[in-house]
C-alpha cells in the first residue's frame, strides 16, 4: 500500500525511513530504518521515462527491486539530491540539433548527429524498439550503448533532418 509520504515496498517504510549516502565516495549505499541496509543500490526510472521525479525504483547489487519512491518531493533535500544526481549520470541525453545523415542496413541504423554537445554518431538496433516517442512530435533514441539522444519536435528540426527522420521511422 502506498500513500503520500511513502515508499512503496513490502514494509511500506516511511519516506523518513530512507537513507541515501556515499561510502565510499563512488558507491551509493541505502538503508531502510526497521529494515536492512544495502551496500551498493542502483536508482532507475520506473515508468514512463518522461516523468523524471515519480516512481522512481531502488534496486540492489543483483538488480532486483528494493523499494520504489513514488514521488521524489516526499524525501528529505539531501536524499533527493542524490537520486537526481544519479538520475543524470544514468539518463544523460543529448539534444539533437541537426540530423547530418542516417543510414540503415538489417534493422540497424547509423546516425551522425549534431547535439548540445557536439558532433556525434551513434548506432540504433531495432528502431521499433528503441525510437520512442513519449509525445507527439518529441523523440527519444536510445543507442546501443543506453545512451540517450532527444529531438524536443522534430516540426522545429531543419527539412532536411526532419525527412531524414520521416523517412526511417
Do not use: H
Not at 19 to 28: D, T
Request: glycine share 4%; charged share 30%; proline share 5%.
Amino acid at each position: 500500500m502506498s500513500s503520500t509520504n511513502q515508499i512503496t515496498n513490502s514494509n511500506s517504510i516511511p519516506a523518513e525511513g530512507i537513507s541515501l549516502f556515499r561510502s565510499p565516495p563512488w558507491a551509493l549505499r541505502l538503508t531502510l530504518r526497521g529494515d536492512r541496509s544495502y551496500p551498493k543500490v542502483k536508482i532507475v526510472l520506473a515508468a514512463p521515462l518522461s516523468y523524471t521525479d515519480r516512481f522512481i525504483s531502488i534496486l540492489d547489487g543483483k538488480d532486483e527491486e528494493i523499494c520504489m519512491i513514488e514521488n521524489l518531493a516526499d524525501l528529505d533535500a539531501p536524499t533527493r539530491t542524490l537520486i537526481e544526481e544519479e538520475l543524470d549520470k544514468r539518463y544523460l541525453t543529448s539534444i539533437v540539433k541537426t540530423v547530418i545523415s542516417i543510414r540503415s542496413e538489417y534493422g540497424t541504423s547509423y546516425w551522425d548527429v549534431d547535439t548540445d554537445r557536439g558532433k556525434r554518431d551513434f548506432v540504433v538496433q531495432n528502431v521499433s524498439e528503441n525510437a520512442l516517442w513519449p509525445a507527439d512530435r518529441r523523440l527519444l533514441l536510445i543507442d546501443v550503448d543506453g545512451n540517450r539522444f532527444e529531438v524536443p519536435n522534430v516540426d522545429e528540426l531543419d527539412e532536411r533532418s526532419q525527412r531524414m527522420i520521416d523517412g526511417l521511422l
